[in-house]
């Protein structure tokens, strides 16, 4: 008995932490216990309910053999022990050897003659024996598929009654075990206490993997939820902000084939057609790098890299955009500073920050791009002077459920140039923030690992 009691305390400790400091130990122990039941993530819920059915069988016939060896029953007890191997065999051919339908079919068969014998050498009907037999049919109805329910049903009452009918007729063969009443009434004891435990654990093994399903499921749902949406704002895009510029583009060129406009006339739709196309084509870059990011993935190249030799170029680029509104672009970047990065992706971040920043700037504006040494990060800054953003608005501004909006040029936003810069960022193992007052201006930092 002193070992049941020491089961009971443990697996009560497993499920009622006494106090907070407690809690600790509980997560791990119920991170150990995961580990010998298995994660949903490498085997089924039936699976996992019949190791925990393995787990408390073993623990059963365990203690059984040192109880029923303390009230008399040797033979019983010698019996049981290799029933004891033969669980951890076929929790080991479910748990390791994945072969779980193998193993709950021999569970069902072995369960049967084990019980036979039990009946046979546990004083019969006068014994615990119908009791044990009840505890494993629930057993048995806790780990078998829905369509062998009727026939393990079947099997449990055709066992029983053939033996009930054996003793009946056969009397002297199933003679009373028991020395005398005591352990005859501590045998009844022991029996309901454990199955009363079993029951209990087998439950809530149940009730907690249902759960943990449900949840799981639930959480699908909202990333299905969350990838429709992502559907939904790419759809958008390719029919608005990609026809849009198009149908301007082909205004523009119908216009420009009229053989009454001018040459100050043509030059104004010669620069706006420039100023469409560069904006179609960085639509078009967004638009299929977060393509990729979402179907394939992205392989990440990360290399040593000079940060003002990477991004000369990629300024100088965009400083032609900006002279459309007579926007200065400052480039602070010091000498020397050396970064661990993705060239390509810290390039197209760079560009679509101050193409953000062109765009939201009035004219005659200023955008400055530096960077500063912070510990072992290097903090890169695109700052400018333009419209800012609200406050409202800076929760969803790295995300797909971000408006697109106009810029101080009636410029139509890329939709998804800052998610591309958040993802990209995460991939360099970086991270990216911004801190904005409307009417002053917006700066968007980058954080990116120093080079050693």
Known sequence: MLTCISVIFLLNSILIPSDHSSMITKNRIKSNWTALTGSPET???????????????ILLFSCSIFFNYFIGLYNLSILLTPSVFAACGLYYLSKFKFKHSLAVMVFCILGNIVFVIFFLNNSGINGPSLVIYLLFFFLVMSIVPAKQRFLWVGI??????????YQYK??????????DELRRSLDFAYVYFFTLLIVYFIITSIIDSHNREKTLAENRAELLELSNQSKNKLF???????????????????????EHI???EKKIIH????????????MLINLLSWSKTQMDGVSVNLVRLDLQETLESTILMQASLAEEKNITITNEIPEGMQVIADHDMLELVIRNLINNAIK???????????SEAHGTECWISVKDN????????????????????YGTNNEKGVGLGLVLCKEFILLQHGKIWLESEPDVGTTFFISLKMAV
Request: glycine share 2%; charged share 15%.
């Open 360 to 370: 939201f700037t009035p004219y005659d504006g200023e955008i400055n791009i530096s």
């Open 156 to 165: 449990n009452i055709i066992v029983a009654l053939l033996l009930i009918v």
């Open 262 to 264: 001018n040459e100050s």
């Open 170 to 179: 056969f009397p002297e063969s199933v003679p009373l075990k028991h020395s």
């Open 236 to 258: 958008s895009i390719l029919a608005h902000d990609l026809r849009s510029p198009l149908n301007s583009i082909q205004n523009f060129l119908e216009m420009s084939l009229d």
């Open 271 to 282: 620069s706006s057609l420039l100023r469409e196309t560069r904006y179609t084509r960085q």
């Open 43 to 57: 085997h089924t819920l039936e699976a996992r309910i019949f190791h925990v059915t393995c787990i408390f069988t």
């Open 386 to 405: 333009g419209v800012g953003i609200a406050k409202t608005n800076e929760q969803n501004i790295f995300s797909l459920q971000s408006a697109s909006t």
